[in-house]
């Protein structure tokens, strides 16, 4: 429990630096320092490894994600759907790995996998999101 207690805090802390960064990455008009683009990345790349070490793959996931690295964030998900196949993040996590192989180009995956999530968790955030991203791809 304290390790992810300190996972939270050291998480919570780096992201509340991002804040104060992604303003002044806004700022640059597109041509933000390289310093300032190796700490977000950072932040992640430190939310990631913790996340690894501790099994939280959505976590881990969406840090992946974050990155641009879809086929790793796909390789996550698909994991946690794996593995806890009856977690109450299945719909969530399904959803993402929709999102992640649309844009690693894998369109009828995605397509399946959001029908998927349209079909068994009807009523669910997660449901009414694929089916909204499901109107954009027709």
Known sequence: VEILSDFLEESELGL???????????????????DLVDRLFRVFHTIKGTAEYLVLRDVVGLAHATQGDYKNAASAYQKLLQDF???NKVPDATLS???ARLQLGEM???????????????GTRAAENARKLLSTLK
């Not at 509340?16 to 390289?34: F, R, W, Y």
């Not at 009828?108 to 009807?122: I, S």
């Open 97 to 99: 790995l929709a999102r």
């Open 16 to 34: 509340a630096g991002m804040d104060q960064d992604l303003i002044v990455a806004e700022k640059s008009m597109g041509n933000p320092e390289p």
């Open 108 to 122: 009828e995956a995605a397509r399946a996998l959001l029908d998927k999530v349209v079909a068994q968790y009807n």
């Open 85 to 87: 196949p009856d977690s």
